[in-house]
């Protein structure tokens, strides 16, 4: 086990809760456009179906889950954060919904810190719990990471930018894939790789599959922004030169591998609607972390219990009026890609028209 001194306990400790403070400061601005925006649906008005025939439950090889979106890993480690990840636990067990947590590295050095994870278990006994750690760390620790929450699956975040961005981050990069390969290779749980709001490319997920990755969350950009989060706290040292950088949820999955790992969106799920647009562009579940931790911070695992129930009842009205019972039917929806998304598009060689009619009409 290796030991962390005092000042970098401390350092942590604020970093974490650093980031929920200016990840919430992020859900209090003003609506940005984003390519969610650029995407639409081709209205047919005689097409829709009765919602009470749609099925919202996703699967996602061995696992079915029972909504098609989960509340993705944000944090852990601190007074502060514990007491989120307890009412987003609670709210996961009332609502059903699959739960990854912030990465526990820091829960593998300090029994303290460990108590902000485990209470996802205590509280959510018999739900969908994933364990979260950086590329960086090796094929042991993530099995005690595992073991610590009795995982379903351990998600594995690769943050360059991010990395890049914070003063304190790590600046090589070049043994993250063999790390990747050797915790894929040994992890008792199915192996999850996300990105932190910058996007997987084709090259990415093609290499995740040549190391056997079955599972990648896109997470893609244009919501919470962690080159923001990082250049604010860096001030002056800061990377605001790459302001932009990345693709989105909806790039990444229009331009993803036929042969590649099944794959997960998130990055900027405002609303049922842009999960349901991910959905259509391939995404076999939706990951949301600003939206849901700004519930929380509102009102409590009370909240966002309000907030998940209406998300549910509103995605089966959308599946309704689309024409679609189930999740797989919205890949056959005939989608228009327009403004940013759409130049993204027609710069990769991806066919539009061919999108658009998708239907056969
Ligand atoms: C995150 N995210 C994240 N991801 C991860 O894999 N490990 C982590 O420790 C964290 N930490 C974290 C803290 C906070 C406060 C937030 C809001 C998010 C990233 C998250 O899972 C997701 O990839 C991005 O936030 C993009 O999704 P949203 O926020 O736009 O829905």
Redesign the pocket.
Known sequence: MTSESPQARSARATRKDD??RL?SEQQSEAPRRTDFDDLEFIHHALGGTNPERVDLSVRLGEWTWPTPFYV????GGTDTTAAINRNLAIAAAETGLPM?C??MSVALDDSDAAKGFTIIREENPNGFVMA?LGAGRSAEDARRAVDLLQADAL?I?INPVQETAMSEGTRDFSEWAHGLEQIVASCPVPVIV????FGLSRRTLELMASIDVRFADV?GAG??D?LRIENDRAGAEGFSMLTGFGQSALACLLDSPVQGPVLLA????RNPYDVVKALACGARAV?????F?QAVLDGGADRLVDVVNTWQSQTRALFALLGTETAEDLTRTDLLTRGRLGEFCRLRGINVEELSRRSGS
Do not use: I, R, Y
């Open positions: 980031h929920v990840a993705n890993g944000m944090t990854a912030g990465s979260n998600q975040h996300k990105e932190v709001g997470s919501g919470t962690f998130s990055g900027g799920v990951g949301v972390a600003g939206a931790l």
